[in-house]
């Protein structure tokens, strides 16, 4: 299996979806990212996991409650504020478009993950996406998000992500490799200091590693 494509443009991206508490984390450490012009750039987890074929965590009973129970333990351990919202998983379609309306600008972007997870509001009730216009200051949001250029700009998002390989969030972006997950951050940190680490002999021969074949009684 060879290494995640690359695009060979170097942007570095930030890709999130409002529907991850582990978005909503990493978001809150944005003062300990590296110096780089990260792309603030919203994106449908649960279109992604279709493309993968994966099943959202929260299909899975067990996974579930452990996922909740992790995103408070590490908001705890960070110090950051942090309720869930009264149902999840929501709707986050409409939030994400209304970043997306916003020009993908950094102060919306947090303030709306600040409504759902340090107020622990719902974004997909009328009421609660009204609320949630006011809250950024987008009293027309609700027009905004069915204008046909913030559903095919998230579209393009979407698109860009999967070409790159993301299959999660929050995923980072760079030098044309992925970094998944609220912590990978000293990773990313890291990679930023010391580019080279990833040309490494052992980096390059296990992201190389070929598959072995099985039969179908993998694991029994």
Not at 13 to 24: E, G, L, R
Not at 93 to 111: F, P, Q, T
């Amino acid at each position: 299996m060879s290494a995640p494509h690359s695009t060979g443009h170097g942007q570095p991206y930030f890709f999130f979806d409002f529907i991850s508490p582990f978005s909503y984390l990493l978001l809150e450490q944005h003062d300990k990212w590296p110096d780089m012009p990260f792309k603030i750039t919203p994106v449908s987890l649960m279109k992604l996991l279709e493309r993968w074929g994966q099943p959202h965590a929260a299909t899975i009973p067990s996974k579930r409650v452990f996922t909740y129970r992790h995103a408070l333990f590490r908001a705890e351990q960070l110090g950051i504020p942090f309720r869930m919202p009264p149902t999840h998983p929501f709707d986050p379609s409409k939030a994400l478009r209304l970043a997306v309306a916003a020009g993908g600008e950094l102060a919306c972007i947090r303030e709306i993950f600040r409504y759902i997870w340090r107020e622990g509001r719902d974004p997909a009730t009328p009421e609660g996406f009204r609320e949630l216009c006011l809250h950024v200051g987008l009293p027309d949001g609700e027009t905004l998000i069915e204008q046909e250029d913030a559903k095919a700009k998230l579209r393009e998002n979407n698109d860009l992500a999967v070409t790159l390989g993301v299959f999660g969030v929050p995923t980072f972006v760079v030098n044309d490799q992925l970094f998944w997950g609220e912590d990978t951050l000293p990773m990313v940190l890291y990679v930023a200091r010391s580019p080279n680490w990833l040309e490494g002999t052992e980096v390059r021969r296990i992201s190389n590693l070929p598959m072995a074949r099985t039969d179908g009684d993998f694991g029994r």
